[in-house]
């Protein structure tokens, strides 16, 4: 790739339904929507080339072009499902980039709107990992407080509890627990070839781009968009 010009792709992926919060893509942290600050990190990104937004929800379509993604295609309703996995909606956006206009990107970043306190350096961080490590995908991740850590775990097996990693010896002291980390949803990136084979579902060849706890509340319940709000507030308080 050493002399040309990616094409890196931003996807915000935002249907309009939602069982926790109804509405969620749309409700307000801060002064803007969950959409709308998506888009706006993406903006500021230094390497993303094209941003398009992907939604079957006309009231999100608008509010998406307000704040300056594309949309140039409305999601079908069968993408648009509780149970929709997000690999064929990535799909969907790249096989109709393609046969629409002949736009094929090298890197696609999926972009949730319910990880708001994504930043654009968070962004370029995964991008230059992506890129310098010749990765097959790029995944961001937390870390795992250590009382919610699998050594610290249990099982209820026939009314007992059992350790969750029974065949291991669990270190008593927090402090010897190896760390762990789960993904935390703001950061999906990868070669566009590996969107399309499916390939993310295996992690082998995966790099974890690490965030903080503070910069990784993924939004599924009011309590959620709460802490966010609280963390959004104490971020814009030490600037």
């Known amino acids: 790739m050493k002399g040309k010009?990616?094409?890196?792709?931003?996807?915000?992926?935002?249907?309009?339904g939602s069982k926790g919060i109804p509405g969620k893509n749309l409700r307000l942290l801060g002064d803007k929507s969950l959409v709308a600050l998506a888009v706006e990190s993406a903006l500021k990104s230094c390497m993303i080339t094209r941003l398009v937004l992907s939604t079957d929800s006309e009231a999100i379509s608008k509010e998406g072009k307000h704040a300056g993604a594309e949309v140039p295609f409305m999601r079908p309703e069968d993408l648009a499902l509780d149970e929709t996995p997000t690999a064929p909606v990535v799909i969907h956006a790249l096989r109709w980039l393609e046969d629409n206009g002949?736009?094929?990107?090298?890197?696609?970043?999926l972009l949730q709107p319910t990880?708001?306190?994504?930043?654009?350096?968070?962004i370029d961080g995964a991008l230059d990992l992506l890129i310098s490590t010749?990765?097959?995908?790029?995944?961001?991740?937390?870390?795992?407080?250590g009382h919610y850590n699998p050594f610290w775990q249990f099982l209820i097996r026939d009314g007992s509890l059992r350790?969750?990693?029974?065949?291991?010896?669990?270190?008593?002291?927090?402090?010897?627990?190896?760390?762990?980390?789960?993904r935390n949803g703001a950061i999906y990136a990868a070669w566009t070839d590996n969107w399309l084979t499916g390939t993310l579902s295996?992690?082998?060849g995966c790099a974890p781009y690490v965030m903080q706890s503070e910069e990784s509340v993924n939004i599924d319940s009011p309590e959620d968009l709460a802490l966010a709000e609280l963390l959004l507030a104490r971020r814009q308080k030490e600037r």
């Open 163 to 182: 350790p969750f990693m029974d065949t291991l010896k669990a270190p008593s002291r927090r402090q010897d627990l190896p760390p762990t980390y789960t």
């Open 115 to 122: 990880a708001p306190l994504r930043q654009a350096e968070h």
């Open 202 to 204: 295996n992690s082998h």
């Open 102 to 109: 002949g736009y094929r990107p090298d890197i696609l970043i």
């Open 5 to 16: 010009r990616l094409e890196i792709l931003g996807l915000i992926p935002a249907r309009g």
């Open 134 to 145: 010749g990765a097959r995908c790029v995944i961001s991740v937390t870390e795992v407080p």
